[in-house]
T-cell receptor, first 114, second 114 residues
């Protein structure tokens, strides 16, 4: 079945450091890809998404490009802030069986120190 | 502001008790989901529903049941709670018309079974 593999961490960075969180997927067909973020004490919220190959999603300084040839959707940010401390989940939309649901990676906890 | 509301943020129950977790959304979404979140395992889908009175099993339905009597409300039921059901439970909803299945999450219900 469809699956997502992502870096698990935890990762600790200093403010203004460069961030990359790797995500690769296995899927039949052409899924949509997502990054969700969970801030401390909150539920998940959508950070960005891409619905087809070569699409780039971006939000709050984060970017990810849908790479069909490498089945990847790596998340990047050029300069992280303390407020980016959170857990990040990569996900794909699963259309198997005629229903649509999201399949999530295991999540990666990021801590950014001042 | 759109919202998914989970009735209890924290619950403590005893082994063998019947537990109800309630979720209400105010976005008129057709689809609703229950996930559990555990460290190192990410989010795993328990049950989902695409319409009133309809339900489908997710990846880990054993020990759980659900009820969807009204469009806005989706309840998760633990018929006889066990210690291995201690977890964070996340409810989510989405519109059938949304491209790529974007989910909106509640803040979560942390259940401890003693």
């Amino acid at each position: 079945g469809n699956s997502v593999t992502q870096m698990e961490g935890p990762v600790t960075l200093s403010e203004e450091a460069f961030l990359t969180i790797n995500c690769t997927y296995t899927a039949t067909g052409y899924p949509s890809l997502f990054w969700y973020v969970q801030y401390p004490g909150e539920g998940l919220q959508l950070l960005l998404k891409a619905t087809k190959a070569d699409d780039k999603g971006s939000n709050k300084g984060f970017e990810a490009t849908y790479r069909k040839e490498t089945t990847s959707f790596h998340l990047e940010k050029g300069s992280v802030q303390v407020s980016d401390s959170a857990v990040y989940f990569c996900a794909l939309s699963d259309h198997e069986g005629g229903s649509e649901k999201l399949v999530f990676g295991k999540g990666m906890k990021l801590t950014v120190n001042p | 502001d759109v919202k998914v509301t989970q009735s209890s943020r924290y619950l403590v129950k005893r082994t063998g008790e019947k537990v109800f977790l309630e979720c209400v959304q105010d976005m008129d979404h057709e689809n609703m989901f229950w996930y559990r979140q555990d460290p190192g395992l990410g989010l795993r889908l328990i049950y989902f529903s695409y319409d009133v009175k309809m339900k489908e099993k997710g990846d880990i339905p054993e020990g759980y049941s659900v009820s969807r009597e009204k469009k806005e409300r989706f309840s998760l039921i633990l018929e006889s709670a066990s210690t291995n059901q201690t977890s964070m439970y996340l409810c989510a909803s989405s519109s059938s018309g949304s491209l790529g299945g974007e989910l909106f999450f509640g803040e979560g219900s942390r259940l401890t079974v003693l």
